[in-house]
Protein backbone atom coordinates (compact mmCIF):
# COMPACT_ATOMS: atom_id res chain seq x y z
CA UNK A 1 0.00 0.00 0.00
CA UNK A 2 1.32 3.65 -0.92
CA UNK A 3 0.78 5.47 1.77
CA UNK A 4 -1.61 8.85 0.92
CA UNK A 5 -0.04 12.26 2.09
CA UNK A 6 -2.99 14.66 3.30
CA UNK A 7 -0.52 17.76 3.42
CA UNK A 8 -0.48 17.40 -0.19
CA UNK A 9 -3.59 16.01 -1.26
CA UNK A 10 -6.71 17.28 -3.54
CA UNK A 11 -10.09 16.46 -3.40
CA UNK A 12 -11.49 14.92 -7.25
CA UNK A 13 -15.58 14.79 -7.20
CA UNK A 14 -16.44 13.19 -10.93
CA UNK A 15 -19.55 13.78 -12.79
CA UNK A 16 -21.63 14.87 -9.84
CA UNK A 17 -24.15 16.58 -11.71
CA UNK A 18 -27.68 17.23 -11.75
CA UNK A 19 -28.70 14.37 -14.64
CA UNK A 20 -26.16 11.66 -14.02
CA UNK A 21 -27.91 11.49 -10.28
CA UNK A 22 -31.15 10.71 -11.65
CA UNK A 23 -29.59 8.71 -14.18
CA UNK A 24 -26.81 6.24 -12.40
CA UNK A 25 -27.82 4.49 -9.03
CA UNK A 26 -26.66 4.65 -6.00
CA UNK A 27 -25.06 8.89 -6.50
CA UNK A 28 -27.68 10.41 -4.83
CA UNK A 29 -27.78 8.21 -1.67
CA UNK A 30 -23.17 9.09 -1.85
CA UNK A 31 -23.91 12.74 -1.93
CA UNK A 32 -23.78 13.13 1.66
CA UNK A 33 -20.92 11.27 2.36
CA UNK A 34 -19.18 13.65 -1.00
CA UNK A 35 -20.47 16.77 0.51
CA UNK A 36 -18.63 15.90 3.45
CA UNK A 37 -15.01 15.16 2.44
CA UNK A 38 -15.64 18.91 0.30
CA UNK A 39 -16.60 20.90 3.44
CA UNK A 40 -13.65 18.98 4.83
CA UNK A 41 -11.24 19.76 2.40
CA UNK A 42 -12.43 23.47 1.70
CA UNK A 43 -11.68 23.87 5.45
CA UNK A 44 -8.16 22.24 5.12
CA UNK A 45 -7.52 24.95 2.64
CA UNK A 46 -6.43 22.12 0.27
CA UNK A 47 -7.73 22.10 -3.25
CA UNK A 48 -10.97 20.46 -5.11
CA UNK A 49 -11.50 20.02 -8.39
CA UNK A 50 -15.01 19.03 -9.98
CA UNK A 51 -14.34 17.27 -13.38
CA UNK A 52 -17.86 17.18 -15.45
CA UNK A 53 -18.94 16.10 -18.92
CA UNK A 54 -20.81 18.94 -21.13
CA UNK A 55 -22.29 16.51 -24.43
CA UNK A 56 -23.27 18.80 -27.43
CA UNK A 57 -26.21 18.30 -28.68
CA UNK A 58 -24.88 17.80 -32.42
CA UNK A 59 -22.79 15.03 -30.23
CA UNK A 60 -19.54 16.12 -31.96
CA UNK A 61 -17.84 15.80 -28.27
CA UNK A 62 -19.24 12.97 -27.34
CA UNK A 63 -17.47 9.44 -26.78
CA UNK A 64 -18.39 7.23 -29.83
CA UNK A 65 -20.37 4.61 -27.92
CA UNK A 66 -22.64 7.64 -26.69
CA UNK A 67 -22.72 9.60 -29.21
CA UNK A 68 -25.59 8.60 -31.54
CA UNK A 69 -27.66 7.85 -28.52
CA UNK A 70 -27.08 12.20 -28.25
CA UNK A 71 -27.31 12.69 -31.79
CA UNK A 72 -30.79 11.04 -31.33
CA UNK A 73 -32.29 13.13 -29.10
CA UNK A 74 -30.65 11.94 -25.65
CA UNK A 75 -30.81 15.15 -23.60
CA UNK A 76 -28.14 15.18 -20.62
CA UNK A 77 -25.04 17.82 -19.49
CA UNK A 78 -26.17 19.92 -22.42
CA UNK A 79 -24.05 23.10 -22.05
CA UNK A 80 -25.83 25.66 -20.36
CA UNK A 81 -28.75 23.21 -19.30
CA UNK A 82 -29.69 22.74 -15.34
CA UNK A 83 -29.02 19.14 -15.88
CA UNK A 84 -25.14 20.48 -16.63
CA UNK A 85 -24.83 21.82 -13.08
CA UNK A 86 -23.02 20.14 -10.19
CA UNK A 87 -24.88 19.03 -7.78
CA UNK A 88 -25.94 22.03 -5.06
CA UNK A 89 -24.71 20.46 -2.21
CA UNK A 90 -20.76 20.16 -3.33
CA UNK A 91 -20.54 23.74 -4.46
CA UNK A 92 -20.92 27.34 -3.44
CA UNK A 93 -23.98 29.38 -3.53
CA UNK A 94 -24.71 30.96 -6.87
CA UNK A 95 -22.10 28.49 -8.82
CA UNK A 96 -23.03 28.44 -12.32
CA UNK A 97 -20.96 26.14 -15.08
CA UNK A 98 -19.30 28.33 -17.45
CA UNK A 99 -19.66 26.23 -20.41
CA UNK A 100 -17.63 28.12 -22.89
CA UNK A 101 -14.64 27.87 -20.70
CA UNK A 102 -14.78 24.37 -19.89
CA UNK A 103 -15.06 23.43 -23.47
CA UNK A 104 -11.95 25.40 -24.40
CA UNK A 105 -10.13 23.81 -22.03
CA UNK A 106 -9.92 25.61 -18.79
CA UNK A 107 -10.16 25.54 -15.93
CA UNK A 108 -13.30 27.75 -13.79
CA UNK A 109 -12.32 28.76 -10.22
CA UNK A 110 -15.42 28.10 -8.41
CA UNK A 111 -13.75 29.34 -5.05
CA UNK A 112 -11.06 29.87 -3.20
CA UNK A 113 -9.38 26.94 -3.91
CA UNK A 114 -11.86 25.17 -5.78
CA UNK A 115 -11.89 24.38 -9.54
CA UNK A 116 -14.29 22.72 -12.23
CA UNK A 117 -12.66 21.12 -15.28
CA UNK A 118 -14.09 19.47 -18.08
CA UNK A 119 -13.08 16.16 -19.20
CA UNK A 120 -14.30 14.92 -23.11
CA UNK A 121 -13.61 11.50 -22.20
CA UNK A 122 -13.72 9.08 -19.15
CA UNK A 123 -10.36 10.06 -17.92
CA UNK A 124 -9.73 13.07 -15.71
CA UNK A 125 -6.42 13.54 -17.20
CA UNK A 126 -7.06 13.18 -20.65
CA UNK A 127 -7.06 16.14 -22.58
CA UNK A 128 -7.51 18.34 -20.24
CA UNK A 129 -5.64 20.72 -17.91
CA UNK A 130 -5.89 18.78 -14.66
CA UNK A 131 -2.06 17.09 -14.67
CA UNK A 132 -0.88 20.92 -15.49
CA UNK A 133 -2.59 21.88 -12.49
CA UNK A 134 -1.78 19.14 -10.01
CA UNK A 135 1.79 19.81 -10.72
CA UNK A 136 1.50 23.78 -10.38
CA UNK A 137 0.19 22.94 -6.96
CA UNK A 138 2.47 20.47 -5.50
CA UNK A 139 0.10 17.83 -4.80
CA UNK A 140 1.12 14.46 -4.64
CA UNK A 141 -2.25 12.16 -3.94
CA UNK A 142 -5.56 12.50 -4.97
CA UNK A 143 -8.98 11.79 -3.08
CA UNK A 144 -11.44 10.25 -5.46
CA UNK A 145 -14.87 10.44 -4.76
CA UNK A 146 -17.68 10.76 -7.22
CA UNK A 147 -20.48 9.08 -9.95
CA UNK A 148 -20.43 5.22 -11.32
CA UNK A 149 -17.19 3.78 -10.48
CA UNK A 150 -16.69 1.77 -13.08
CA UNK A 151 -16.22 4.42 -15.89
CA UNK A 152 -14.55 7.72 -14.82
CA UNK A 153 -13.49 7.29 -11.21
CA UNK A 154 -11.87 4.24 -12.05
CA UNK A 155 -10.30 5.69 -15.29
CA UNK A 156 -9.09 8.45 -13.46
CA UNK A 157 -7.66 6.55 -10.37
CA UNK A 158 -5.77 3.96 -13.16
CA UNK A 159 -4.54 7.41 -14.82
CA UNK A 160 -3.11 9.29 -11.63
CA UNK A 161 -1.46 5.75 -10.89
CA UNK A 162 0.38 5.99 -14.36
CA UNK A 163 1.58 9.55 -13.28
CA UNK A 164 2.80 8.00 -9.86
CA UNK A 165 0.41 9.66 -7.41
CA UNK A 166 -1.13 8.72 -4.51
CA UNK A 167 -4.36 7.81 -4.46
CA UNK A 168 -7.40 7.53 -1.96
CA UNK A 169 -10.26 6.06 -3.20
CA UNK A 170 -13.75 6.98 -0.79
CA UNK A 171 -15.96 3.86 -1.70
CA UNK A 172 -19.37 5.16 0.44
CA UNK A 173 -18.90 8.41 -1.38
CA UNK A 174 -19.22 6.32 -4.77
CA UNK A 175 -21.94 5.37 -7.13
CA UNK A 176 -21.23 1.90 -8.84
CA UNK A 177 -18.38 0.50 -6.49
CA UNK A 178 -18.08 -3.56 -6.22
CA UNK A 179 -15.53 -5.20 -3.88
CA UNK A 180 -13.27 -6.83 -7.58
CA UNK A 181 -12.61 -3.29 -8.13
CA UNK A 182 -11.58 -3.05 -4.39
CA UNK A 183 -9.09 -5.79 -4.65
CA UNK A 184 -7.55 -4.65 -8.28
CA UNK A 185 -7.32 -1.30 -7.19
CA UNK A 186 -5.17 -2.17 -3.86
CA UNK A 187 -3.22 -4.40 -5.93
CA UNK A 188 -2.09 -1.11 -7.70
CA UNK A 189 -1.61 0.55 -4.30
CA UNK A 190 -4.50 2.68 -4.09
CA UNK A 191 -5.97 3.27 -0.42
CA UNK A 192 -9.56 2.12 -0.22
CA UNK A 193 -11.43 4.39 2.52
CA UNK A 194 -14.61 5.29 3.74
CA UNK A 195 -15.40 9.11 4.43
CA UNK A 196 -14.84 9.10 7.95
CA UNK A 197 -11.46 7.70 7.71
CA UNK A 198 -10.29 9.91 5.25
CA UNK A 199 -11.77 12.90 7.30
CA UNK A 200 -9.79 11.47 9.92
CA UNK A 201 -6.93 11.11 7.94
CA UNK A 202 -7.18 14.99 6.33
CA UNK A 203 -7.36 15.81 10.04
CA UNK A 204 -4.86 14.52 11.55
CA UNK A 205 -2.36 16.39 8.72
CA UNK A 206 -3.21 19.79 10.60
CA UNK A 207 -1.44 18.43 13.41
CA UNK A 208 2.18 18.08 11.63
Not at 41 to 64: E, Q, T, W
Not at 100 to 116: D, I, K, P, R, Y
Request: proline share 4%; hydrophobic share 40%.
Amino acid sequence: MITPDASQSMLLTIDVQVDFIAEIPGTAEAVPNMARLVHAFRAAGRPIIHLVRLYKADGSNVDLCRREAVIGGWSVVRPDSAGAEVVAELTLPETKLDASTLLNGHAQMVGEQEWVVYKPRWGGFYQTCLEQMVRWMKVNTVVVCGCNFPNCPRTTVYEASERDMRVMLVADALSGFYEQGRKELENIGVQVSTTKSCLDWLGSSKLH
